[in-house]
């Protein structure tokens, strides 16, 4: 098979990337490890930023979002007393967050693939790259007992953290950056109202822990466990318990107990591999950083990711321009770089950490009390929150 661009996973990059492309005429198929309801099944993203609600609505796959999403004007921050209020609204000028979760985000891709004529190819195994640098490269992967393979002009690693396509550059290319945090969150997901109409991110002396939800009858919350934390030593009442304690008196006892449809423990870290272009190689997503979920970031990078990819590609398979995919790693890294810091800032501000002690924790607070005082730092939050511009 011959096509203009070879994309590695079939996420929310991978997928919104082949859209973006194919809508443009360009050549795209997208090769996908697992299996569409895999995909489907993994429980992760709940906010998107302008830059994610624009690119479907560019797509045209807007309507379902517009229909179910929860478009949010603030959160909350707590300090396990009381609830400090971030108008992200008011604060930037109208600019808003939309609750819908990447589950639905990645559904509607999925959905719309072939009416794209965007060919997604699922449980490809073994997908290996060659020759990523020259200007012939290409993918082959096996399917069907059979080896298959795709030429292309360019190879988009939309593949994840644990994907191929960041391995398959140089080492003496390749630099990554990295802080593996010393807590982990354990996520429940609950067919039931949500305490509060907002967000809620609360730093309890107990740990962290995250109201949030997926419509008005499903809500997601998390709390932060130690790294080892075993996933079987959480009962649905220990859980609902405990989340009733560090969310707070007031939200706490508004909390609807039910059963878990999903609970599950993900690790937290902070990464990021430079360059995330290597010669007819082009990273995107997961693939090139991870961001601690605390600010919301993960998803919504991915999208600036392809928002920049795919102008550039366009830019030299219709124009023949090259200065978009010369710059492409640079751009992108100038916004990542941002959501970083903001994530690991948030991350920093909002959780225990086992060597902070009590002066750690007073640093904390001190710093809660401060935002919740002034609205130059609640408008520093807020302008970070709902995603610095392209
Ligand atoms: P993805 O990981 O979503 O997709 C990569 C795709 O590549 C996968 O489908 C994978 O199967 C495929 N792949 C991997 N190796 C392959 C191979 N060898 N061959 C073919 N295909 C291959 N972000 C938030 O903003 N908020 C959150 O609450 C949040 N929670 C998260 C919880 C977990 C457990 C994880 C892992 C991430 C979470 N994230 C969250 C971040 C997450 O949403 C990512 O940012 C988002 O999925 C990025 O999308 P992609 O870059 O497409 O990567
Ligand atoms: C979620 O709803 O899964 C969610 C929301 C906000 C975050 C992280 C996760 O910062």
Same mark, same amino acid.
């Given at each position: 098979m011959k096509t203009d661009v070879a994309i590695i996973g079939a996420g929310p990059a991978g997928l919104m990337l082949g859209h973006l492309l194919r809508q443009q005429g360009i050549g795209a198929v997208v090769v996908e490890r697992q299996s569409a309801d895999y995909v489907l099944g993994r429980i992760r993203a709940g906010v998107l930023e302008q830059v994610t609600v624009d690119i479907l609505n560019e797509l045209g796959l807007g309507n379902r979002m517009k229909q179910e999403g929860l478009p949010h004007e603030g959160f909350f921050l707590a300090d396990g007393e009381r609830l400090i209020h971030i108008d992200i609204a008011e604060l930037t000028g109208g600019s808003k967050v939309m609750v819908y979760g990447q589950t639905e985000v990645t559904r509607d891709l999925m959905d719309a693939a072939k009416d794209r004529d965007l060919e997604v190819v699922y449980e490809a195994k073994d997908v290996a790259l060659h !020759?990523? &640098?020259? !200007?012939?490269p290409y993918l082959t992967y096996q399917k069907d007992g059979q080896e298959h393979r795709i030429d292309a002009r360019f190879i988009a690693g939309?593949?994840?953290?644990?994907?191929?396509s960041r391995k398959a550059i140089p080492d003496s290319v390749g630099k990554t950056f990295e802080r593996v945090y010393p807590f982990g969150w354990l996520g429940i997901l609950s067919d039931v109202p949500p305490c509060n109409d907002e967000l809620i991110y609360a730093n309890h002396s107990n740990g962290f822990a995250l109201a949030s939800m997926r419509s008005q009858t499903r809500s997601r919350y998390y709390i932060q466990v130690p790294? &080892?934390? =075993?996933?079987?030593?959480?009962s649905d009442d220990r859980l609902w318990d405990e989340l009733s304690i560090r969310l707070g008196p007031e939200a706490g006892s508004r909390i609807t107990r039910g059963p878990a449809l999903e609970k599950s423990i993900a690790p937290l870290r902070s990464f990021v591999f430079e360059p995330m272009r290597y010669k007819s190689l082009f990273l995107a997503g997961d693939a090139a950083h991870i961001v601690p979920p605390t600010g919301a970031k993960g998803l919504n990078l991915a999208s600036s990711d392809v928002a920049y990819l795919s102008r550039a590609f366009v830019s030299f398979f219709?124009?023949? =321009?090259t200065d978009g995919i010369d710059t492409y790693s640079q751009t992108a890294l100038a916004r990542v770089w941002k959501s970083e810091r903001f994530s690991w800032s948030l991350t920093s501000l909002m959780h225990r950490f086992p060597d902070d002690g009590e002066f750690g924790r007073r640093m904390q607070v001190s710093e809660l009390d401060y935002i919740a005082s002034s609205r130059a730092a609640q408008t520093a939050i807020a302008e970070n929150y709902v995603g610095l511009p392209l």
């Amino acid at each position: 098979m011959k096509t203009d661009v070879a994309i590695i996973g079939a996420g929310p990059a991978g997928l919104m990337l082949g859209h973006l492309l194919r809508q443009q005429g360009i050549g795209a198929v997208v090769v996908e490890r697992q299996s569409a309801d895999y995909v489907l099944g993994r429980i992760r993203a709940g906010v998107l930023e302008q830059v994610t609600v624009d690119i479907l609505n560019e797509l045209g796959l807007g309507n379902r979002m517009k229909q179910e999403g929860l478009p949010h004007e603030g959160f909350f921050l707590a300090d396990g007393e009381r609830l400090i209020h971030i108008d992200i609204a008011e604060l930037t000028g109208g600019s808003k967050v939309m609750v819908y979760g990447q589950t639905e985000v990645t559904r509607d891709l999925m959905d719309a693939a072939k009416d794209r004529d965007l060919e997604v190819v699922y449980e490809a195994k073994d997908v290996a790259l060659h !020759e990523i &640098d020259t !200007e012939r490269p290409y993918l082959t992967y096996q399917k069907d007992g059979q080896e298959h393979r795709i030429d292309a002009r360019f190879i988009a690693g939309c593949d994840g953290f644990h994907g191929p396509s960041r391995k398959a550059i140089p080492d003496s290319v390749g630099k990554t950056f990295e802080r593996v945090y010393p807590f982990g969150w354990l996520g429940i997901l609950s067919d039931v109202p949500p305490c509060n109409d907002e967000l809620i991110y609360a730093n309890h002396s107990n740990g962290f822990a995250l109201a949030s939800m997926r419509s008005q009858t499903r809500s997601r919350y998390y709390i932060q466990v130690p790294l &080892d934390e =075993k996933i079987e030593n959480w009962s649905d009442d220990r859980l609902w318990d405990e989340l009733s304690i560090r969310l707070g008196p007031e939200a706490g006892s508004r909390i609807t107990r039910g059963p878990a449809l999903e609970k599950s423990i993900a690790p937290l870290r902070s990464f990021v591999f430079e360059p995330m272009r290597y010669k007819s190689l082009f990273l995107a997503g997961d693939a090139a950083h991870i961001v601690p979920p605390t600010g919301a970031k993960g998803l919504n990078l991915a999208s600036s990711d392809v928002a920049y990819l795919s102008r550039a590609f366009v830019s030299f398979f219709q124009d023949s =321009k090259t200065d978009g995919i010369d710059t492409y790693s640079q751009t992108a890294l100038a916004r990542v770089w941002k959501s970083e810091r903001f994530s690991w800032s948030l991350t920093s501000l909002m959780h225990r950490f086992p060597d902070d002690g009590e002066f750690g924790r007073r640093m904390q607070v001190s710093e809660l009390d401060y935002i919740a005082s002034s609205r130059a730092a609640q408008t520093a939050i807020a302008e970070n929150y709902v995603g610095l511009p392209l």
